[in-house]
């Protein structure tokens, strides 16, 4: 019932910005957090940032400072501003929501998204 779609993934040469965007769709009563992870090749998948149910929005110590993300409780978005790229930023970069209150569910559920490549060139 509740699907997540990002957008805005692209190849950008390092020192270069972009921005990426998740949009929820469906029926859903509320989300909690919503935020970023990501998966390098050959590595597992990370967290990148995250804004809480109350705002308070957190980050990894390796994107601090250059990353932002931006959630928009009317719209059901949070987007993802990425600074001074560097080629480690490279991977796919997926959209999560927790906390997810849907109808016909029992319980809350993490609602992932299929993500979106990254490509950062040295």
């Known amino acids: 019932q509740v699907q997540l779609v990002e957008s805005g993934g692209d190849l950008v040469q390092a020192g270069g910005s972009l921005r990426l965007s998740c949009a929820a769709s469906?029926?859903?009563?509320?989300?909690?957090?919503m935020g970023w992870y990501r998966q390098a090749p050959g590595k597992e998948r990370e967290f990148v940032g995250m804004d809480s149910n109350y705002g308070t929005v957190t980050y990894s110590d390796s994107v601090k400072g250059r990353f932002t993300v931006s959630r928009d409780k009317t719209r059901n978005t949070v987007d993802l501003q990425m600074n001074s790229l560097k080629p480690e930023d490279t991977g796919v970069y997926y959209c999560?929501?927790?906390?997810?209150?849907?109808?016909?569910?029992?319980?809350?559920?993490?609602?992932w998204g299929r993500g979106t490549q990254v490509t950062v060139s040295s």
């Open positions: 999560r929501a927790d906390g997810v209150n849907a109808p016909g569910r029992i319980y809350p559920e993490t609602v």
């Open positions: 469906g029926r859903f009563f509320s989300i909690d957090d």
